[in-house]
């Protein structure tokens, strides 16, 4: 096992938006120079990404993150359910120093409380070099423990006003910036300065907004 290394930039992403907006193509963009990626991926959809494996087995999964300790792998975990989740969220913050990548985290956490072996990659993966993605389509739905975690909060374009409201507490953003994103529109919070930008992906232009209060 790993020692910790608290030099790694490791800070966690929450990106969220109805299907078909560009969240994932965001993530796959983020991550496309990585060398060590983990990814849960319950629609399958990085197993055929290049330089990804597709494994659909908790022991394939066990077997490849064994024979790449500390070597570069791409690994997309395709599987659902919260036990499945669970296990790879284990998996992800053993293995260490890597990008790991939660798709559709609605479907297996819940608003009040993390699960316990995501919860503990949330709290204590960034000082073991873990970089946690986590996406959703409904983060009123999700759990509240990584988009508190983030570092850096991303929404695309969300149907449902119960979504818009979360996000927008979230981030200090008005609700009606976020009702009017159109597909590939992003609006992005930075803790660190308390920033918030809207953009376009795919377009390198961006316009900074003012927070709500």
Known sequence: MSKADTSLNAEHVYICGNS???KSSHIKEKIAKAQR????DPDDEYGELPGF??????SQLVELLQAHKNTALKVA???EGVKAFEFWANC???WRNCVAVAEEI???TTPSKAPPAWGRLIRRGRKYGILICAVTQRPAEADKTILCNAAVIRTCALGRDADRQAIAREINAHVSEIAGLKPLDWIE???ADLSLIKGR???ERTQKLKPAA
């Open 20 to 22: 078909g907006t560009g």
């Open 37 to 40: 990626v983990i990814a849960f």
């Open 53 to 58: 494996t597709r494994v659909t087995s908790a």
């Open 77 to 79: 975990f395709v599987a």
């Open 92 to 94: 992800a913050f053993n």
């Open 106 to 108: 609605a479907d297996v």
């Open 189 to 191: 919070f930075k803790r």
């Open 201 to 203: 992906l795919g377009q």
